[in-house]
């Protein structure tokens, strides 16, 4: 079986907050837009084409900021920071997300995981030369 990879954009608007969606399944938590890798597709194009299915917004991927190996599921996740080339709102553009925003780091929705809260914090750090790859556990909720 083929090695899994999903891929994840920190967008930020103007005032510094990220965008976060929130999914119609699951613990209907709020995550970053993203999503699993399709066949001959590089992890920067998921997360460009994942932005784009869940909210429709066009994104030009930049800086790696993380890549978190998940041993539960076998999957290594890469974050990448984007910035929007639309100038419209991101509204939810899939029936996998039935609300988006942007939210402060200090006021973040829940219900929302650790992992969520982690990749957000990693990506902005600014710290030259942070540890890139991070082993993660079973996923804690902030409900």
């Not at 999903?6 to 613990?27: C, F, M, P, Q, T």
């Not at 999503?35 to 992890?43: L, P």
């Not at 006021?107 to 990749?119: G, K, N, V």
């Not at 990506?123 to 996923?139: D, M």
Request: net charge negative.
């Amino acid at each position: 079986m083929p090695k899994l990879i999903g891929s994840a954009a920190i967008i930020l608007d103007a005032e510094g907050r990220v965008l976060l969606v929130k999914h119609s399944y699951g613990k209907h938590n709020w995550d970053l837009p993203g999503g699993k890798a399709e066949e001959n597709e590089s992890a920067q194009e998921t997360a460009k084409r994942e932005v784009f299915e869940e909210v429709g917004m066009e994104v030009l991927i930049g800086n790696l900021t993380g890549i978190y190996y998940d041993p539960d599921y076998d999957i290594h996740h890469f974050v990448f920071l984007a910035t929007s080339k639309d100038t419209r709102a991101p509204l939810p553009s899939s029936p996998e997300i039935v609300e988006c925003g942007f939210f402060s780091r200090d006021e973040l929705p829940r219900p929302i995981s650790d992992f969520t809260c982690r990749r957000i914090e990693d990506a902005l750090r600014n710290t030259p030369n942070h540890e890139l790859f991070h082993k993660v556990g079973p996923r804690q909720w902030n409900e």
